[in-house]
């Protein structure tokens, strides 16, 4: 991958599954979207008003887990969850800039995520969160993140209680969904 790819990653991502504009429009910029949403089908117009909203911010704007929609509409890139392990679809047929990006929580999972292409990959849970007792911490983290070359994204658990151990970690970024969705953190 070439230096100027690696210079339009995003470091910071906020995972939605509704939309909220004005919620959007108050985070940093430099903060890039990530719409997921397993419950129900895609809503192509919901997916084009979010994507009219990033762009008039200069926000990347990611679909998760539906590639052929991403590419479809054309936006920046796809979210390739941990459950994803799909290595059968052609690369040559994305622009230049389509990004693929996808999440981790073991080695096998980082060896499937580099298969895929994949430009960042989200290793989680961080820290404790509600919806699962194991987490990997500080130490278990790095020693994931050491087994890849492809730069990694600190997911889950993240708040201000335990923002500032995010130097503890050798990620290039974090990402979130509670952690944007207090207000005081924006």
Same mark, same amino acid.
Request: net charge positive.
């Given at each position: 991958?070439?230096?100027?790819?690696?210079?339009? +990653? *995003?470091? +910071?991502?906020?995972?939605?599954?509704?939309?909220?504009?004005?919620?959007?429009? &108050?985070?940093?910029?430099?903060?890039?979207?990530?719409?997921?949403?397993?419950?129900?089908?895609?809503?192509?117009?919901? %997916? +084009?008003? %979010?994507?009219?909203?990033?762009?008039?911010?200069?926000?990347?704007?990611?679909?998760?887990?539906?590639?052929?929609?991403? %590419?479809?509409?054309?936006?920046?890139?796809?979210?390739? *969850? /941990?459950?994803? &392990? /799909?290595?059968?679809?052609?690369?040559? =047929?994305?622009?230049?800039?389509?990004?693929?990006?996808?999440?981790?929580?073991?080695?096998?999972?980082?060896?499937?995520?580099?298969?895929?292409?994949?430009?960042?990959?989200?290793?989680?849970?961080?820290?404790?969160? =509600?919806?699962?007792? &194991?987490?990997?911490? *500080?130490?278990?983290?790095?020693?994931?993140?050491?087994?890849? =070359?492809?730069?990694?994204?600190?997911?889950?658990?993240?708040?201000?209680?335990?923002?500032?151990?995010?130097?503890?970690? &050798?990620?290039?970024?974090?990402?979130?969904?509670?952690?944007?969705?207090?207000?005081?953190?924006?």
């Amino acid at each position: 991958m070439n230096t100027f790819m690696h210079s339009k +990653l *995003p470091k +910071l991502f906020f995972f939605i599954n509704t939309y909220d504009k004005n919620h959007i429009r &108050k985070l940093p910029k430099k903060v890039a979207i990530i719409f997921r949403n397993y419950e129900t089908e895609y809503d192509e117009g919901l %997916i +084009l008003n %979010i994507k009219r909203a990033c762009q008039k911010q200069g926000r990347k704007f990611f679909l998760s887990n539906n590639l052929k929609l991403a %590419i479809k509409l054309n936006l920046d890139g796809v979210y390739f *969850p /941990s459950f994803n &392990k /799909s290595i059968n679809f052609n690369k040559n =047929n994305f622009k230049k800039k389509f990004i693929i990006i996808g999440s981790a929580h073991s080695v096998q999972e980082i060896k499937i995520k580099e298969q895929q292409g994949v430009k960042l990959i989200f290793l989680s849970p961080l820290f404790k969160v =509600n919806k699962n007792n &194991k987490f990997l911490n *500080p130490i278990k983290f790095n020693l994931l993140a050491a087994k890849t =070359n492809i730069k990694v994204i600190a997911l889950g658990g993240i708040n201000q209680l335990n923002f500032k151990k995010l130097n503890l970690v &050798k990620s290039y970024g974090f990402a979130g969904i509670s952690y944007f969705m207090n207000q005081n953190n924006i």
